[in-house]
Antibody, heavy 117, light 112 residues
Framework: QVQLKESGPGLVQPSQTLSLTCTVS????????VHWVRQPPGKGLEWMGR???????SYNSALKSRLSISRDTSKNQVFLKMNSLQTDDTGTYYC???????????WGQGVMVTVSS | DVVLTQTPPTLSATIGQSVSISCRSS???????????LHWLLQRPGQSPQLLIY???RLESGVPNRFSGSGSGTDFTLKISGVEAEDLGVYYC?????????FGGGTKLELK
């Protein structure tokens, strides 16, 4: 069955870099797009960026200067790196698959990231 | 960026009541390919979002048929015909017609 699972550090210091991994199973990264979406505590959802099935990437312009998404298809993993973290980057980070633009049919469990010294 | 405005922000309902949530877009969500990429998600407390409705009105597999979606252009509605306890949580609309994809602010469904 289709599964996505995020992993990464729960605590990051201000100004440091966040590195997260999304490990997928039940589908191929060369057939589906994988996105990163985040959610500050008690707030709504924000689309961060996308790894397309063909390896192309696109980013939310508000985060583009700090964000990088890559993948390792042999390991079924998609990576997120975001630098210069601040306290308002605190939240839950999800990876999700789409079957059409915005049609997010499977989600990971999410990983909570706290930015604090 | 496309702004999706959901109303009401909070909805109180009794079990069995029918309710509707509105999602209005700042731009038409009709894509040049003829599709309208407007979808609905439910996030239950402490859980990840889950897909309910895709492409305006199509029910995702496994989702009860008390959920229905309608609309076109810039105005969309999610209806729940007979709320059940498991329906409580926050509902989000999301659009994929115009990059970047954007979400509505959410509508919290509570028990009255």
């Amino acid at each position: 069955q289709v599964q996505l699972k995020e992993s990464g550090p729960g605590l990051v210091q201000p100004s440091q870099t966040l590195s997260l991994t999304c490990t997928v199973s039940g589908f191929s990264l060369t057939s589906y797009n994988v996105h990163w979406v985040r959610q500050p505590p008690g707030k709504g959802l924000e689309w961060m960026g996308r790894m397309r099935y063909n390896g192309d990437t696109s980013y939310n312009s508000a985060l583009k200067s700090r964000l990088s998404i890559s993948r390792d298809t042999s390991k079924n993993q998609v990576f997120l790196k975001m630098n210069s973290l601040q306290t308002d980057d605190t939240g839950t980070y999800y990876c999700t698959r789409d079957r059409a633009p915005g049609y997010f049919d499977y989600w990971g469990q999410g990983v909570m990231v706290t930015v604090s010294s | 960026d496309v702004v999706l405005t959901q109303t009401p922000p909070t909805l109180s309902a009794t079990i069995g009541q029918s309710v509707s949530i509105s999602c209005r877009s700042s731009q038409s969500l009709l894509h040049s390919n003829g599709n309208t990429y407007l979808h609905w998600l439910l996030q239950r407390p402490g859980q990840s979002p889950q897909l309910l409705i895709y492409l305006v009105s199509r029910l995702e597999s496994g989702v009860p048929n008390r959920f229905s979606g309608s609309g076109s252009g810039t105005d969309f509605t999610l209806k729940i015909s007979g709320v059940e306890a498991e329906d409580l949580g926050v509902y989000y609309c999301v659009q994929g017609t115009h990059a970047p994809w954007t979400f509505g602010g959410g509508t919290k469904l509570e028990l009255k």
